[in-house]
């Protein structure tokens, strides 16, 4: 009993101190996954719009402005020369731009390999680096289980374990990891990169061999779409095809001739940047609002009570759309492609159905004893719900944010659908749909059909996601929990 009590007073960095074998092991590999792909890690965080947040700022604070705009510029630099360090999975490591000569085989791509071979041994290789530092992830956790926790159990191993035993859930979570691998290292899985393919084609060049005139020649990326583009009997550049340029197309190319797959790649962060950033403002007023109602209850729940239910009668699609077109031409819609704007609409406009969804839970929460106990003892309100009221609360949460998220996705790719979304040319799959509606009885129906099964294919996993984290939560709960398909209808437009 004694050396438990001891052991509880120990900090986690005394508990290390004491044991540190297994914590080195475990930060030595994971030192080692950081470094080889630190300026990737760097170059993402850089890859934000940092201007687009900071210039509105600095241009509206007179004096104090020009300071932060110094500051912010010193730490993009730093930044960018950070960004440029090499790394393991960079998309020039493993080349796969080249050209087929008839004498000399595969020219400029990786060990003379085919510009599809080479590409598919760079994502494989991608996932494989992804996959192996989400398992290292996960045996931290372990680690810290097994070895310095002070407990031998809590009721969060009970939800770890039912997880593990719930194989939807996790066919769920495979999934999104997959989205969300392909997402974060959009520059390296990509055949091609951004700039040359979408944002400048004209700006950047390609060099093939000219079988005619028996020689090789250089032409802009946006005249060798041209040629490769995909409008149904007129051309076709279908999936899984090296057109007569060398350049491999996974997934097709658009009608524009502009490759598919890459459009994607990079589309998969405008959708989860909206689906992520709406559900974390939506669930943050849920459980600010959930907490005030079921601790104050009377006049707050009203208020609460009365407020959900005027958002909720109103037409979301109407207001959204209306509140599209009013701020077209404000600085906001110009964050991040108008995916910020779109993002914090959704979020305004979801927080009804969560709070429903987890208010019920937090009424009875606050009825325990140990609530009542803690304002005996003449606890301060905010601590009582911060300590004993919201970690309950935010389990409930979370099952029904991973539910919604899918339905933000929905409803950006809806309104990019009808042109309202995000401001082109930056990709989103909505827009991939709508580009190819015309074709889809046609040899280019992957234009629609692919963006449409991975928009599919997300929002399942999503869904499979929270199935598992509400029976690993809940094992009580059914799988048709009526507050949970409230709370995911309510989340797109």
Same mark, same amino acid.
């Given at each position: 009993?004694?050396?438990?009590?001891?052991?509880?007073?120990?900090?986690?960095?005394?508990?290390?101190?004491? /044991?540190?074998?297994?914590?080195?092991?475990?930060?030595?590999?994971?030192?080692?996954?950081?470094?080889?792909?630190?300026?990737?890690?760097?170059g993402?965080?850089?890859?934000?719009?940092?201007? @687009?947040?900071?210039?509105?700022?600095?241009?509206?604070?007179?004096?104090?402005? @020009?300071?932060?705009a110094?500051i912010?510029?010193?730490?993009?630099?730093?930044?960018?020369?950070?960004a440029d360090?090499?790394?393991?999975?960079?998309?020039?490591?493993?080349p796969?731009?080249?050209?087929?000569?008839?004498?000399?085989?595969?020219?400029?791509? %990786?060990?003379?390999?085919?510009?599809?071979?080479?590409?598919?041994?760079?994502?494989?290789?991608?996932?494989v680096?992804?996959?192996?530092?989400?398992?290292?992830?996960?045996?931290?956790?372990?680690?810290f289980?097994?070895?310095?926790?002070?407990?031998?159990?809590?009721p969060?191993?009970d939800?770890?374990?039912?997880?593990?035993?719930h194989?939807?859930g996790? %066919?769920?979570?495979?999934?999104?990891?997959?989205?969300?691998?392909?997402?974060?290292?959009?520059?390296?899985? @990509?055949?091609?990169?951004?700039?040359?393919?979408?944002m400048?084609?004209?700006?950047h060049?390609?060099?093939?061999?000219?079988?005619?005139?028996d020689?090789?020649?250089?032409?802009t990326?946006?005249?060798?779409n041209?040629?490769?583009?995909?409008?149904?009997?007129?051309?076709?550049?279908?999936?899984?095809?090296?057109?007569?340029?060398?350049? +491999?197309?996974?997934?097709?190319?658009?009608? @524009?001739?502009?490759?598919?797959?890459? +459009?994607?790649?990079?589309?998969?962060?405008?959708?989860?940047?909206?689906?992520? +950033?709406?559900?974390?403002?939506?669930?943050?007023?849920a459980?600010?609002?959930?907490?005030?109602t079921?601790?104050?209850?009377?006049?707050?729940?009203?208020?609460?009570?009365?407020?959900?239910?005027?958002?909720s009668?109103?037409?979301?699609?109407? !207001?959204?759309? $209306?509140?599209?077109?009013?701020?077209?031409?404000?600085?906001?819609?110009?964050?991040?492609s108008?995916?910020?704007?779109?993002?914090?609409?959704?979020?305004?406009?979801?927080w009804?159905?969560?709070?429903?969804?987890?208010?019920?839970?937090? %009424?009875?929460?606050?009825?325990?004893?140990?609530?009542?106990?803690?304002?005996?003892f003449?606890?301060?309100?905010?601590?009582?719900?911060?300590?004993?009221?919201?970690?309950?609360?935010?389990?409930?949460?979370?099952?029904?944010?991973?539910?919604s998220?899918?339905?933000?996705i929905?409803?950006?790719?809806?309104?990019?659908?009808?042109?309202?979304?995000?401001?082109?040319?930056?990709?989103?799959?909505?827009?991939?749909?709508? $580009?190819?509606?015309?074709?889809?009885?046609?040899?280019?129906?992957?234009?629609?059909?692919?963006?449409? !099964?991975?928009?599919?294919?997300?929002?399942?996993? +999503? /869904?499979?996601?929270?199935?598992?984290?509400?029976?690993?939560?809940?094992?009580?709960?059914?799988?048709?929990?009526?507050?949970?398909?409230?709370?995911?209808?309510g989340g797109g437009?």
């Open positions: 009993m004694r050396n438990e009590t001891e052991r509880e007073d120990t900090t986690l960095v005394q508990r290390i101190r004491n /044991n540190p074998g297994p914590a080195a092991r475990w930060g030595a590999v994971m030192a080692i996954l950081i470094a080889v792909e630190f300026g990737a890690l760097v993402g965080l850089m890859a934000v719009p940092w201007g @687009s947040i900071v210039n509105p700022i600095a241009d509206a604070i007179p004096v104090l402005g @020009s300071i932060i110094s912010a510029s010193v730490f993009a630099g730093i930044g960018d020369r950070l360090l090499p790394t393991l999975l960079d998309r020039s490591l493993i796969n731009r080249g050209y087929y000569h008839p004498e000399q085989g595969w020219v400029n791509t %990786f060990l003379g390999l085919s510009s599809r071979h080479a590409w598919m041994l760079r994502v494989a290789l991608v996932y680096y992804a996959f192996v530092f989400l398992y290292w992830a996960w045996r931290g956790y372990l680690v289980r097994r070895h310095y926790r002070y407990a031998d159990w809590s969060a191993d939800i770890v374990d039912r997880f593990r035993g194989s939807w996790q %066919f769920g979570l495979v999934i999104v990891a997959i989205f969300l691998i392909m997402a974060v290292f959009a520059p390296t899985v @990509s055949p091609t990169t951004q700039e040359a393919n979408i400048n084609p004209y700006g060049n390609t060099t093939y061999y000219d079988a005619q005139l020689t090789t020649r250089t032409v990326v946006g005249l060798a041209i040629q490769t583009t995909s409008k149904g009997a007129q051309s076709n550049v279908g999936p899984w095809t090296t057109d007569k340029f060398g350049r +491999f197309h996974p997934f097709g190319t658009l009608p @524009s001739g502009k490759d598919l797959f890459t +459009f994607m790649a990079y589309g998969a962060r405008i959708s989860l940047f909206i689906g992520i +950033f709406a559900s974390t403002i939506a669930g943050g007023i459980l600010s609002l959930a907490l005030l079921a601790y104050y209850q009377g006049l707050a729940d009203l208020t609460a009570v009365v407020t959900a239910d005027a958002f009668a109103m037409p979301q699609l109407l !207001v959204l759309i $209306m509140l599209l077109e009013v701020l077209k031409n404000h600085w906001i819609k110009e964050i991040y108008g995916a910020f704007l779109l993002a914090l609409l959704f979020g305004i406009w979801g009804m159905y969560l709070w429903r969804a987890v208010r019920g839970p937090a %009424f009875q929460i606050v009825e325990n004893e140990w609530v009542l106990a803690a304002e005996g003449g606890e301060r309100p905010w601590n009582i719900v911060r300590k004993h009221v919201a970690p309950y609360i935010i389990s409930y949460l979370l099952i029904y944010l991973s539910m998220l899918g339905g933000y929905v409803g950006a790719a809806g309104l990019s659908y009808l042109g309202l979304g995000v401001l082109p040319p930056t990709p989103e799959w909505g827009r991939a749909i709508a $580009m190819g509606q015309g074709l889809i009885q046609t040899r280019s129906w992957h234009i629609s059909i692919i963006p449409g !099964v991975a928009i599919t294919l997300l929002v399942l996993g +999503f /869904n499979a996601f929270g199935d598992g984290i509400r029976d690993a939560i809940d094992p009580q709960s059914s799988g048709d929990d009526a507050a949970a398909e409230t709370a995911a209808a437009a």
